[in-house]
Every structure is written in C-alpha cells, then in structure tokens.
C-alpha cells in the first residue's frame, strides 16, 4: 500500500493548483482519503476527506469554499486544489487513509506535498 | 469542534529515560484516541490507535492508555530514534482533530 504524492509547487497569489495524491497497492475505492495541511513550524490541521467509490465529501468548516477535493477512480489519484491561493496556503499538504473498517487513525500518509504562495 | 489539549509543548530528555505525554480531549471521545510521531520533512507515522494498541512493527517501548478525555502516550528507555515530535489525533467525530504536538528534545 502507497500514497505518492504530487511535487512541490512554487506559485503567486491568486494563481489556480491542483495537487494529487495516487494510490497504490490496494483498491482505491475501499477507503476514505484525507487531506491534512502543516504550515511551517505549525502542527497537523485535518482538511477535508473523500470517499472514492462515490465521491462523498466531508470539508472542515475551517477550509470549506477555499479548497475543493476530487478524485478519479480511473486513475486511482485524488485531488486538492485552489481557485485563488493566498500567502497563508504556504504549507505542507498530506493525503492519508485508514485501512481498518471502523477506525479512523492514519495508518497511510503521502510524502507530502510543498506548496509555497508568494504575495 | 472536539479540541485536544496535549502537554507538554516541548519535553526535553536523555536517552535512555522514560517520558509521558499526556492529551486531553474537550468532551469524551471514548477510546477514539491515536498517537503519531513526526520527524522533520517527513510525514507523521502512527504509532498507537484506539487509545492502546500498539501499530504493527512500533516497539513495544511505545504505549498509550486512556479513555474518556484523559490519554497518554508513553516511551519507557527513550532511544536516539524517537526525538521527535509526537502528535495525539480524537476520531470520535469525523471532524478530526489533532492536538498541538509535543516536541521531544534531546537534553
């Protein structure tokens, strides 16, 4: 089982990004995918999650109608993205799953993908 | 939202000794508790869910207890490996949340 993530990005403010996430080594529609943000020096802020089998969504109230979560069941790869990023998106985005049916701890992470926002 | 309070922020330490980190939850969320240890650069590792049981292949000097509100997170004879940052995660709610992170610092 493996997540590989997208690489870094260096964009401006206001710029569109979509960041992926492709899953290997299981099959993709079993289980949920999460987004997880680090800003530098900061601690793990859960995003958003997606279940790929029908696309269902659940958005942090924290981050809903700023980033947008998709995935592509052909591709086994799921998707975070921006229409207008900031300065304050500089961070470090994780998509994580958790295999065991009824509990929700991470047990797969993405290495982690660097976004960096220039003003 | 479920808030997770964890403590100490920065916990300085010798190989060798044995360290608690403690977490505290907002409301009760049973045994819905994990614990992670992050390294710089890198993505968290999960070492404990359920509140105690142990991740397949962590060493058996990670454990955890706890249930309800209170968690801990204990590493008995601290190896150079595990300075690190250790982080607790609530699952009650789908609305997860993390707490703030607990530095490990060798001393």
């Known amino acids: 089982v493996q997540l590989v993530q997208s690489g870094a990005e260096v964009k401006k403010s206001g710029e569109s990004l979509r960041i992926s996430c492709k899953g290997s080594g299981y099959t993709f529609t079993n289980y949920w995918i999460s987004w997880v943000r680090q800003m530098p020096g900061k601690g793990l802020e859960w995003m958003a999650r997606?279940?790929?089998?029908?696309?269902?969504?659940d958005y942090s109230p924290s981050f809903q109608g700023h980033v947008t979560i998709s995935v592509d069941k052909s591709m086994s790869e799921a998707y975070l993205q921006w229409s207008g990023l900031r300065a304050s998106d500089t961070a470090m985005y994780f998509c994580?799953?958790?295999?065991?049916?009824?509990?929700?701890?991470?047990?797969?992470w993405g290495q982690g993908t660097m976004i960096t926002v220039s003003s | 939202d479920i808030q997770m309070t964890q403590s100490p922020s920065t916990l300085s330490a010798s190989v060798g000794d044995r360290v608690t980190v403690t977490c505290r939850a907002s409301q009760s969320i049973s045994n819905y508790l994990a614990w992670y240890q992050q390294k710089p650069g890198k993505a968290p590792k999960l070492l404990i869910y359920d509140a105690s049981t142990l991740e397949r292949g962590v060493p058996s000097r990670f454990s955890g207890s706890g249930s309800g509100t209170d968690f801990t997170l204990t590493i008995t004879s601290l190896h150079p490996d595990d300075f690190a940052t250790y982080y607790c995660q609530q699952y009650n709610s789908f609305f997860y949340t993390f707490g703030q992170g607990t530095n490990l610092e060798i001393k």
């Open positions: 997606i279940d790929p089998s029908d696309s269902y969504i």
């Open positions: 994580a799953i958790h295999e065991r049916e009824g509990d929700d701890a991470f047990d797969m």
